[in-house]
């Protein structure tokens, strides 16, 4: 037995996505590892299992059209992720499932729109970022600095760091933060570039420091915007756009490319979970 897959990757955050629109995989942590080991798997930064609502009724939203349900590279289970809504809407877009250019697309941290916004290039309503003032404590290396908390919906902790040291920070090693969130948290680490332009580098749960990540990029605006005008904001793997809109959501914009169709072997999978139900 083959399990179909596809790769693809938003601004070089990559992931494995499945498609089980009939919801006959079995997905776990342990076949989710399996997948995304660099050496003896596919190797992404997590899975994106492309579901029809119906068929994930305890957190899908009933007026949405697909299902995604998101897997960090642990095998732990995510909220929500930016860069993979839109690789997410890649794989729909190239299977002919989007109506009209766009699609509602369910999440454990709600239902959210993509939209194609060009070429090669989707947009994804984040909803609004909640900020709050708890001031935590962050150590990465020999850094030693405040940062900000945000839900996106997912958490981050987002730090404003120098020129100078953005790109020396050890993110070998997960940062410490303290308080610890009860579920982790993302930490970003943020330059402001100009008035609406910044730069980052992320540390994700599950994953590791990652090229990019879309809800992370939202959260540093939402931290360093003093208005709603047009951000631009610089990642490992390139650059993405986020813009306000009326009701205070934030709307990402950035590429998302499919790179290649899988046939992946059982053997990988094996001994790890994720056999059809």
């Known amino acids: 037995m083959t399990l179909r897959a596809l790769k693809g990757h938003g601004t070089e955050n990559d992931f494995i996505v499945i498609p089980d629109l009939d919801g006959r995989f079995g997905l776990d942590a342990a076949a989710v590892r399996a997948l995304c080991d660099r050496r003896a798997g596919v190797g992404a930064d997590g899975v994106l299992r492309a579901v029809r609502p119906e068929h994930e009724p305890t957190w899908a939203g009933g007026d949405a059209d697909f299902a995604m349900d998101f897997r960090n590279a642990d095998g732990s289970v995510g909220e929500m992720c930016g860069n993979g809504a839109r690789v997410f809407a ?42 709050y003032p708890d001031v935590v404590k962050v150590r990465a290396g020999g850094l030693v600095a405040t940062g900000t908390l945000v839900d996106m919906p997912n958490p981050h902790v987002v ?104 046939d992946i072997e059982a053997a990988v999978l094996n001994g790890a979970g994720g056999v059809p139900r």
């Open 90 to 131: 890649a794989y729909l877009q190239r299977a002919g499932l989007l109506r009209d250019g766009q699609a509602r697309i369910a999440t454990r941290g709600g239902v959210r729109t993509v939209t194609v916004a060009g070429p090669g290039t989707y947009t994804v309503d984040l909803g609004a970022p909640r900020t």
């Open 159 to 262: 730090v404003a760091v120098t020129p100078e040291q953005l790109p020396s920070l050890d993110l070998t090693e997960p940062p410490v933060v303290e308080p610890d969130g009860p579920a982790g948290q993302n930490v970003e680490f943020a330059v402001r570039e100009g008035a609406h332009r910044a730069r980052m580098r992320v540390h994700e749960r599950g994953v590791g420091e990652t090229r990019s990540c879309g809800t992370g990029i939202c959260a540093v605006v939402a931290v360093l915007a003093e208005d709603h005008g047009p951000w631009q904001v610089a990642v490992p793997g390139g650059v993405c756009t986020v813009r306000w809109t009326d009701d205070g959501s934030l709307l990402l914009t950035g590429p998302a490319v499919i790179v290649a169709e899988l």
